[in-house]
């Protein structure tokens, strides 16, 4: 089973409505797969963010602007995102996220 993340921004009060970049998919067969290792344009903004490594995709995640998601539309906290990354990285032999 596999889980799929994003980060939410720009979210509507009023209809709910956002935007979302895909940051990463943990895979239970693999291990995870980091998509943000990559340049993002932020819609509806002038703004745009580089993830050069998984530090910068831990700041970012932190960053306010922001609010993490599952695949299942589930607000996950960055402790539990952590706490699960490390887990795939612990038994597959690679290094952990840490602040």
Do not use: A, Q
Request: contains cysteine.
């Amino acid at each position: 089973m596999s889980t799929v993340y994003y980060l939410r921004y720009n979210i509507c009060e009023h209809c709910d409505r956002y935007d979302y970049i895909h940051i990463c998919k943990f895979s239970g067969g693999s291990g995870p797969y980091i998509y943000g290792y990559r340049n993002y344009r932020l819609e509806n903004s002038k703004d745009s963010i580089s993830v050069n490594s998984v530090d910068d995709m831990v700041e970012l995640i932190k960053d306010d602007r922001f609010t993490l998601y599952d695949e299942y539309s589930r607000k996950i906290k960055l402790i539990n995102f952590i706490d699960n990354y490390n887990y795939f990285y612990n038994n597959y032999g690679k290094e952990t996220i840490g602040f």
